[in-house]
């Protein structure tokens, strides 16, 4: 049984450039999310996928910030021109709709703007 | 605006004695609620859920109580263990999660 996973697990870059991070959810999950997570607080929900279809956009989803599920399986979230506000812990998570509404999570990947 | 809260930042408790978590929420549109327990850059691990239609559910050691009209949600574990040390979340939602703050549980022996 594969959970969630997610690549990187860290990445160090500089402010001004661009990061990609990727997602592979849970195979027969076609639900798949995408929250950040800051020092002290819970996660915070950037945007969800049902299959291909991106159905939801947070505000906290800044235009410098793009998802795509191109073939309704793995995800990537990337973020163009990082600020060091962009510091925090990527989360991935994916559920499947039908019957049930428990998400299940990735180990994250550690964004460090310097 | 914080549609969900848990107020108490730390919880500490005994091995074998009861751990209760609480968790406030402000939207009566929440269809469903979860606990989520945390390790250090690790994440979420799904503990336990409860349906808006119902006001407990029970798997093992944990036991989540919903009081819809006091808006208020709680997670109980018994008997507390060493390792259940952790940062538990409660979440809320329809589609999305909206999750509190966090409290960190430390059971000591």
């Known amino acids: ?114 | 605006d914080q549609q969900v809260k848990q107020n108490s930042p730390s919880l500490s408790v005994q091995e074998g004695r009861i751990s209760i978590l609480n968790c406030d929420y402000t939207n009566s549109m929440f269809d469903y609620f979860l606990w989520y327990k945390k390790y250090p850059a690790e994440g979420p691990t799904f503990l336990i859920s409860i349906s808006s239609i119902k006001d407990k559910n029970e798997d093992g050691r944990f036991t989540v109580f919903l009081n819809k009209s006091a808006k208020h949600l709680s997670l109980h574990i018994v008997p507390s263990q060493p390792g259940d040390s952790a940062v538990y979340f409660c979440a809320a939602g329809t589609d999305k999660l909206i999750f509190g703050t966090g409290t960190r549980l430390q059971v000591f022996p």
């Open chain 1, 1 to 114: 049984d594969t959970g969630v996973s997610q690549d990187p697990r860290h990445k160090i870059t500089k402010r001004g450039q661009n990061v990609t991070f990727r997602c592979d959810p849970i195979s027969e999950h076609n639900r798949l999310y995408w929250y950040r997570q800051t020092l002290g607080q819970g996660p915070e929900f950037l945007t969800y996928f049902q299959n291909e279809a991106q159905l939801e956009k947070s505000r906290l989803l800044s235009d410098r910030f793009s998802a795509e599920r191109p073939k309704g399986s793995f995800s990537t979230l990337e973020i163009q021109r990082t600020e060091q506000g962009d510091s925090a812990m990527y989360l991935c998570a994916s559920s499947s709709r039908l019957g049930s509404y428990e998400q299940y999570f990735g180990p994250g990947t550690r964004l460090t703007v310097t």
